[in-house]
């Protein structure tokens, strides 16, 4: 017997008690949605977190599982397991389609949630810059299972490779460019370089990893561009020892899934483009033009509230804010997302007692970047360093960074075997079944709405 679930977009969605106090909801569980979460729980409020995924994925770390060096587990943790002894705040895993504001209710594939405070925090997805043949070609890498991608399709290239007997008809499939020089960027291709000097020979010793090619483009000047001058000389060091080639001032034009087309240059023959290029905020139906920039991030006030409305809030890399010494907004990282969200929660918290709102304030506490084993940049508001120490510093800040003890413990082990071995022992392709498409709608990962 086979059951199919129906949700009703129009109906409420079901086995959501009334609220006793005032009802927030909350879209988005990356670090700024979960942070609030977290900081109100056990309040008066009624708080509902809707996330398309029911894990909160720690993207820091992705490029980590996409070059088989920590399992989806390790940075990915249970939403719901967070809020075990917390019966404020309920869970639903929703898609958000829309917000009508009128009557200050929200629209969701499972239906609709009406709310007395909204906090949008649905983060920022990929930038193709409007080109369509990228989008389509390409593999970007902003969640859990499009690293997991990333994974099998580079195993898979090599399982394809090590059976084709032309060479030259081996060298696409064995390429790899990646595009973007920022942080996701530079590890990318520091973490696929190592794997090309020190494990791959040994999985396919009949594969001559002397006609792979690493190649990292960048459209400016300089890698890492949010770091100071000499971290990003010796960023551009390391990724070099590594063997990558680095292509500075470098457009790329198009892509159709086997050539990179570059602006000026020859082109480049892979099967394999990893797209780390930018990111531009997630988009709903419901906010007016005149409350978007023109990136398409949401215009919000000293307090994180958007502009024109008294009840909605958005928070991270969503917004943008400014302020004295960020007169065009934060920067889109993690550390703003956190920063702001603890804020509101604090001025929300605030609202229960009556007292007054705390404008934000952004302390930046510093970059940093890792390239390979021993090779990582620092930066931190007085001193700047490179090299072992930093590199055992943001091992360090990012294992504390990830929520639960068995995640850091799981992380740390394997950090430990890799740096003992340098062989990663995750190298499996799992590829997903076939799936059909009355079971789809579960099955297969949501979009994020995009006008």
């Known amino acids: 017997m086979t059951f199919i679930m129906h949700l009703s977009e129009n109906h409420p969605i079901p086995n959501i008690p009334q609220p006793k106090h005032k ?146 008809e081996r060298k696409p499939i064995m390429n790899v460019v990646i595009v973007g020089g920022g942080a996701t960027g530079v590890e990318l291709a520091g973490s696929i370089a190592e794997l090309r000097n020190k494990v791959l020979p040994r999985d396919y010793p009949q594969l001559s990893f002397k006609n792979m090619r690493v190649i990292l483009i960048e459209a400016s000047g300089s890698l890492l561009n949010g770091l100071t001058p000499k971290s990003r000389d010796k960023a551009l060091e390391y990724v070099k020892k590594l063997g990558v080639e680095v292509l500075l001032n470098t457009m790329v034009e198009d892509y159709d899934g086997l050539t990179v087309k570059l602006k000026g240059q020859e082109s480049i023959k892979t099967l394999t483009l990893l797209w780390a290029a930018g990111i531009k905020a997630n988009s709903l139906i419901g906010v007016d033009d005149d409350q978007k920039a023109p990136n398409g991030r949401l215009l919000v006030d000293e307090f994180n509230r958007l502009v024109k409305e008294q009840d909605i809030y958005v928070v991270g890399d969503q917004c943008v804010q400014t302020e004295e010494k960020f007169p065009k907004g934060h920067p889109q990282v993690a550390q703003v997302a956190i920063q702001q969200a603890a804020n509101l929660a604090k001025n929300l918290k605030h609202d229960l007692e009556a007292k007054p709102w705390k404008p934000f304030k952004y302390n930046d506490l510093g970059s940093m970047a890792t390239i390979g084993k021993k090779m990582a940049v620092v930066d931190l508001p007085f001193v700047s360093f490179q090299g072992s120490f930093a590199w055992f510093v943001w091992l360090f800040v990012h294992l504390m960074a990830i929520l639960g003890v068995k995640n850091k413990l799981m992380v740390f082990l394997t950090w430990s075997w890799k740096y003992l071995s340098f062989d990663p022992s995750l190298r499996l392709l799992i590829r997903p079944r076939y799936v059909k498409d009355f079971k789809r709608q579960w099955m297969l990962e949501e979009k994020d709405y995009e006008d």
């Open 23 to 168: 009802r927030i909801v909350i879209v988005g569980a990356g670090f700024a949605g979960l942070k609030i979460a977290q900081k109100i729980a056990h309040s008066e409020y009624q708080v509902i977190l809707l996330d398309k995924n029911n894990y909160h994925q720690f993207q820091p770390l992705l490029y980590q599982v996409a070059t088989a060096a920590l399992s989806p587990s390790a940075v990915s943790f249970p939403l719901r397991r967070l809020f075990h002894k917390t019966p404020n705040v309920i869970f639903r895993m929703a898609v958000v389609r829309e917000i009508d504001k009128v009557n200050k209710t929200i629209h969701t594939n499972l239906g609709t949630i009406q709310y007395d405070i909204l906090i949008l925090s649905q983060g920022a997805n990929t930038n193709y810059f409007g080109n369509q043949n990228i989008q389509k070609f390409c593999a970007p890498m902003k969640s859990t299972s499009e690293a997991l991608y990333i994974r099998n399709k580079i195993i898979s290239n090599y399982e394809r490779a090590v059976n084709i007997e032309n060479e030259d």
